[in-house]
């Protein structure tokens, strides 16, 4: 009687043990798959709520732009830009307004509430690259007080690595289908645009790949005031009220503008708009 021995060949074994490698490496990739889509996933959300954070910080300051009632242009509360001439993501930059309240510069800092120019750029110089913010107040401050020595900038962001900014062009009359066209200079510098176009791109440090760019759009409420001036001797006053105009209604942002002309200060004449620098008010965004 011959008893048959029960078990596996060798060419049996080894075709098991190549499909389980199959099957192992299917999984393997599979699962490798899965986790670096969750890793770029949670990258993207992270700089897109970091970019988000950033840029309301900005949109609110330049909607908090602030320009006092007066007769004439003024060129200590105007808008001012220097352009780089790069264009995102490579753009560096500057801008500086006046404004209100506490964004960019943070509620501990004692003069929120008053008048105060702001700078915003992107710069390595000081050894990170980031957006910076400088911020001093306009009265109260001595005659030799220079913001370029006597304010130290705070970093917002360590990764906002481009900033550039555009402006409407006031000279240019737009009907309701017209394509908006955009200044990258901004020669009235003793006014303030009324509409903005932001631009920022965020990229993680040590990250290889490109730059994430965030653009928004920002109408400036204040600065129909650096336009449309407004008289507000007793004269004036009885004759915004005999003529129905109240300083909520709709202005005409053209209207008794002088493109040419305006207060400028004379050559080598001190910047009489300064302050102190904000006391661990501004912070960085994390």
């Not at 049996?12 to 699962?31: D, F, K, Q, S, W």
């Not at 990258?43 to 897109?48: C, E, K, N, S, T």
Request: charged letters at 25%.
């Amino acid at each position: 009687m011959i008893r048959r021995h029960s078990g596996f060949t060798l060419i049996e074994v080894l075709l098991a043990v190549a499909i389980l490698g199959v099957v192992a490496g299917v999984v393997a990739t599979t699962l490798s798959t899965a986790v670096e889509v969750w890793r770029q996933s949670k990258i993207v959300a992270d700089r897109a709520h970091h970019g988000d954070a950033v840029m309301e910080q900005v949109v609110q300051a330049l909607r908090s732009a602030y320009y006092p009632e007066g007769t004439k242009p003024s060129y200590e509360y105007g808008f001012s830009i220097e352009d780089d001439g790069n264009e995102s993501p490579n753009a560096h930059d500057k801008i500086s307004w006046v404004k209100i309240g506490n964004s960019l510069i943070g509620e501990d800092t004692p003069w929120a509430g008053t008048a105060h120019r702001v700078e915003l750029f992107v710069d390595d110089s000081n050894g990170e690259q980031g957006i910076y913010v400088k911020a001093w107040q306009l009265v109260g401050i001595d005659d030799d007080f220079d913001p370029e020595e006597d304010v130290e900038p705070v970093l917002l962001s360590d990764e906002v690595v481009s900033l550039n900014c555009r402006m409407i062009d006031p000279d240019k009359t737009l009907e309701p289908l017209d394509e908006i066209e955009w200044l990258d200079e901004w020669a009235q510098s003793n006014r303030i645009p009324t509409k903005v176009e932001l631009t920022i791109a965020i990229q993680q440090k040590g990250s290889r790949e490109e730059p994430t760019e965030y653009i928004r759009t920002i109408e400036i409420p204040m600065a129909a005031m650096s336009w449309d001036l407004v008289d507000s001797s007793k004269a004036g006053r009885a004759a915004r009220v005999s003529g129905g105009r109240h300083r909520g209604e709709e202005t005409n942002i053209g209207k008794n503008r002088n493109t040419s002309g305006g207060y400028r200060p004379k050559a080598g004449a001190p910047n009489k708009s300064g302050g102190a620098a904000p006391s661990g008010g501004g912070g960085s965004v994390k």
